[in-house]
């Protein structure tokens, strides 16, 4: 079978535009960059918290704390910001900055819904009703 390039052309540009990339978000606040002591938890009913230390310039010193709800799922982890460098998102917007970003076109919950699709009951994301 031979391949025409305008089917080329747009197979290409489809896997632009949904490639998954680090945008910055702006909280209005900054925390100590390393995080140390950071926490984060979710709870079965779609409630996420992120704690994280007041930032070192940060007056009262107050943990800054953000509250998401209708969260399925959230990650921690490595690497930290020494080896960042080697995240897999780090030439995709990721390299911006110590502050937080949503990550768009997300493949980490791609994955996700496609082991949930065998839950008989799986409701996904954006479904009616």
Same mark, same amino acid.
């Given at each position: 079978?031979?391949?025409? $390039? /305008?089917?080329?052309? %747009?197979?290409?540009?489809?896997?632009?535009? +949904? /490639?998954?990339?680090?945008? $910055?978000? =702006?909280?209005?606040?900054?925390?100590? *960059?390393?995080?140390?002591?950071a %926490?984060?938890? #979710?709870? &079965?009913?779609?409630?996420?918290v992120?704690?994280?230390?007041?930032? $070192? &310039? &940060? *007056?009262?010193?107050?943990?800054?704390?953000? +509250?998401?709800?209708?969260?399925?799922?959230?990650?921690?982890?490595? $690497?930290? &910001?020494?080896? @960042?460098?080697?995240?897999?998102?780090?030439?995709?917007?990721?390299?911006?900055?110590?502050?937080?970003?949503? #990550?768009?076109?997300?493949?980490?919950?791609? =994955?996700?819904?496609?082991?949930n @699709? +065998?839950?008989?009951?799986? =409701? *996904? *994301?954006g479904?009616?009703?």
């Amino acid at each position: 079978m031979r391949w025409k $390039p /305008a089917w080329l052309l %747009v197979t290409a540009l489809s896997c632009l535009l +949904v /490639a998954e990339r680090v945008v $910055p978000w =702006d909280t209005g606040f900054k925390w100590e *960059p390393n995080a140390p002591e950071a %926490v984060l938890a #979710v709870s &079965d009913r779609g409630r996420a918290v992120l704690a994280v230390n007041a930032h $070192p &310039d &940060d *007056p009262d010193g107050d943990c800054v704390v953000f +509250v998401w709800s209708r969260s399925r799922a959230a990650i921690m982890g490595s $690497p930290n &910001d020494e080896a @960042r460098s080697g995240h897999r998102l780090y030439s995709r917007g990721l390299s911006g900055g110590l502050w937080p970003g949503t #990550v768009e076109q997300s493949e980490w919950i791609a =994955d996700l819904e496609r082991r949930n @699709r +065998v839950h008989l009951g799986h =409701d *996904p *994301p954006g479904s009616p009703g």
